[in-house]
């Protein structure tokens, strides 16, 4: 049976809260440059595959503060915004198109938020494989770093970074197959329309050529008729009369 967290803990984790949500308020109002820098920066690619971490807004927040946030940023980077800098805003708009656009759909947010829950149970699983060993060592009274609120929510950030990671490098594993998959049938599909080809030109030659054949055949019956009955009548000389004697 799990104990009561102990009162220490407890406003530990409330002045931790509190911390948070500071953080997220100054971030709320970080300038468009500052907030196309975040997007952009180097690592990006990991980081934006969480959509949650691109519009900074926590898993359990509604549909509804979501899309607030989402405006909010994209009216930031918006390239017309940020003449200056349109390419790169061009490209932060995108990041930010895209995660609204995932978290928008019903699920497509689900699976964002089932990712985001097999983290924290992974978290915990690793955790009690922690305090399990400190026992057996006989260290239990020591604690272990995620003992620490801000250390638990960084491991539980960590754990869903890399679940989103593996996410995307199954999703480009099954596009590669599947590409390779389709290009595979598509060149034999050519191979057999390139055999039907040969094999109906191969049969429109031969058939045009039939009638030459039948007239060459039927010429060469025809001279080698007349060949003979002339060598006949040429091979029959009758006997020369032999002049009466006298």
């Not at 971490?53 to 549909?63: G, Y």
């Not at 017309?80 to 790169?88: G, L």
């Not at 985001?116 to 260290?139: F, L, N, P, V, W």
Request: charge should be positive; proline fraction near 5%.
């Amino acid at each position: 049976m799990t104990s009561a967290p102990s009162t220490g803990k407890v406003e530990s984790f409330d002045e931790f809260y509190c911390e948070v949500k500071e953080i997220e308020k100054r971030d709320s109002v970080l300038t468009p440059k500052q907030q196309i820098e975040r997007l952009l920066r180097p690592g990006s690619t990991y980081f934006n595959l969480n959509p949650f971490e691109v519009l900074q807004v926590e898993p359990e927040s509604t549909l509804d503060e979501i899309k607030k946030k989402y405006r909010r940023l994209s009216i930031l980077v918006h390239p017309d915004k940020n003449i200056d800098d349109s390419e790169r805003a061009q490209q932060a708009f995108e990041i930010i198109n895209r995660a609204w656009k995932t978290l928008e759909n019903d699920d497509t947010r689900k699976k964002c938020l089932d990712i985001h829950e097999e983290a924290k149970e992974r978290t915990d699983h690793m955790i009690e494989q922690k305090r399990k060993k400190q026992k057996k060592d006989g260290r239990l009274a020591e604690g272990i770093p995620e003992d620490d609120p801000v250390k638990y929510k960084h491991a539980v950030y960590v754990m869903t970074m890399k679940l989103f990671a593996d996410m995307e490098r199954k999703r480009q594993h099954l596009e590669t197959r599947d590409m390779e998959e389709r290009k595979r049938k598509r060149e034999a599909e050519i191979e057999h329309e390139e055999q039907m080809s040969m094999e109906k030109e191969w049969a429109k030659n031969f058939e045009e050529s039939r009638q030459n054949r039948v007239d060459s055949w039927k010429t060469f019956q025809s001279g080698s008729g007349k060949e003979k009955k002339k060598k006949k009548i040429q091979g029959f000389k009758p006997p020369k009369p032999k002049p009466e004697s006298r």
